[in-house]
């Protein structure tokens, strides 16, 4: 199994939950740019779960070295990466705030996931999973930079599921809504529309093993993005979304 930012605390409940129904693999590739974070939790599942799992580092604001990548396979990989940022007045003039945001969530993660695409389509198997995000469904101002960048990650996730469909590869799209984790605490969240790691990993394992294409972490937010994408824009613009 391949984990692409795998000290998200969604993408660790995953593995767990992988782990937990009995999956195992020759070796797990824990990637993250916080390699003691990683390291720690490699040491949890080897321990909990008996199973040998390698940290290695990727940190996309830095020069990627592919070669570190080369033996690296697996039939799973599930990418967690991403980077909310600052969206406020502050952050949306802060050039440095906005390049992390599309760096991060789009253009330097795009070239890396394509490495290990590649690999995928010379096996002709696996499933490929990644964590998108609601907020890429309709450009709304408070979070749009952020949002835009995950549509265009939800665009590369659908045109790649169609890519690799008869190579035998699977893609699935995770659309979590609101998260209780690290990065969305001290937030004012609507605890009912707010999923837990613990939850969005069932979520995401039962659309695994289902083959879904797109799944939302809670039902309920694709009722939601389903009004909000309707709205004309008209009416749209004026609202406070």
Known sequence: ?????????????????????????????????????????????????????????LDLMKEIDYNSFEN??????FCAIGYLGDDTEVGLYDHKNTEKIIDVNYSKLIPVLNHFVQKFESKRSGTIIGLSSVAGERGRQSNFIYGSAKAAFTAYLSGLRNY?????????????????????????LNAKLTATPKQAAACIFKAYKNK??????????????LIIKNIPERIFKKLKL
């Open 212 to 225: 879904k294409n797109v799944a939302y972490v809670l039902p309920v937010w694709g009722v939601i993005m």
């Open 164 to 188: 690799l469909f008869d190579k035998k590869v699977h893609v699935l799209t995770i659309k979590p809504g609101f998260m209780a984790t690290k990065m969305t605490e001290g937030l004012p």
């Open 1 to 57: 199994m391949i984990v692409l930012g795998s000290t998200s605390e969604v993408a660790q409940a995953f593995v767990e939950k992988v782990l937990q129904e009995g999956e195992r693999f020759e070796r797990i590739y824990l990637l993250s740019s916080n390699k003691e974070t990683t390291e720690r939790f490699a040491r949890h599942i080897d321990v909990k779960f008996l199973q040998h799992a390698e940290v290695i580092e």
């Open 72 to 77: 690296i396979h697996s039939n799973l990989l």
